[in-house]
C-alpha cells in the first residue's frame, strides 16, 4: 500500500491504496472513532490482490494530524469525494466501521449515484427517528465526560470496549497509546458531537445502493445491537451478526467478516 496525502485547508489527510487496476472494483475501507487504517489490516491482506484499495487515517486521526477539530461530517464525506476524484475511482464499495459506516452515509447523502455498495461494520443509522433526545444530548457531552475518567480506566474501557479478541484489543490499545490523554478526549468529544449534529439535521440518509449491515454479537458500544436490528427491519437490509465478535467485528472475526464482505461484492454488478 502506498501512502498519499490531501491538502485541506484544516491540515492533510494521510490515505493509502494498493497498485490500482482501473477495470477492477474499488473498495473503501473507513475506520472507526479513534482508530487508523490499520483497523482493516486483515481485509487489505485478504482482498488487495483482487480489487483495488483505498483506507485513510481519518481526519484529525494518526498520521492526519495535526488538524482543526472544527469539521463535520459533511465535510469529511465531501473530502473523502474529493481523494477518489483524485484518484479517478468510480462506483466504489464503501464499507465503514462503527463511525465510518457514518460518514458513508453522509456521502450517500450528499453524492447520490456515486456509490456501487455500502457494508455497515458494527456503525448505525444516522437517521433522527432511530435516536432518542436523551441520546444526543449525551453525544453532545462526550468530551467531559471522558476527562471525568482516569487516563488508565479510559484506555481499559476503551480497548476492552471494542474488541473481544487478543488481536482486536492489541489493536485498540496501539491506537490509543498514540493519542495523549488530552487528544483523546478532543477527538473522542468533537467525534461524537459532530454525529450528534448529523442525526439532529433530520436529513433522508437515503442508501440508494445495494447495502448490508454487519454486527458482532458481543457489541457493546451504545445501543448498537438494538440500532442495527431496527435499521435492518425498517429499511429492510440484510443483517448478518458475527458470533464471538464486539464493536470491532472486523478484527474479532476476520475470516468470518471477509466471507460476507466477499459475498456481497460478487452480488454487484
Sequence with gaps: MDEKVYPTDKGEIHYWIND?????KTLIFLPGLTADHHLFDKQVEAFASEYNILTWDAP???????????????????????????????C????????GGYVAQCFLEQFPGVASGFISIDSAPLKRKYVTGIEIWLLKRAEPMYRGYPWRKLKKTGIEGCSVTEYGQSLMKRFMNTYSREEYCKLAGHGFKMLAE?????????????????????DQAGSAKRYNRRWASEERL???WVKDAGHNSNTDRPDEVNGMIRQFINTLN
Design 198 to 218: 448529523a442525526m439532529e439535521a433530520d436529513l433522508p440518509y437515503k442508501i440508494g445502493c445495494p447495502a448490508i449491515l454487519i454486527c458482532g454479537e458481543k
Design 20 to 24: 490500482f487496476h482501473y477495470d477492477r
Design 60 to 90: 484529525g486521526h494518526a498520521a492526519s494530524r495535526p488538524f482543526q477539530l472544527d469539521f463535520v461530517l459533511m465535510d469529511k464525506a465531501m473530502w473523502l469525494h474529493d481523494i477518489l476524484k483524485k484518484e479517478r475511482v468510480r
Design 92 to 99: 466504489p464499495i464503501l464499507i465503514g466501521q462503527s463511525m
Design 238 to 240: 440484510p443483517i448478518y
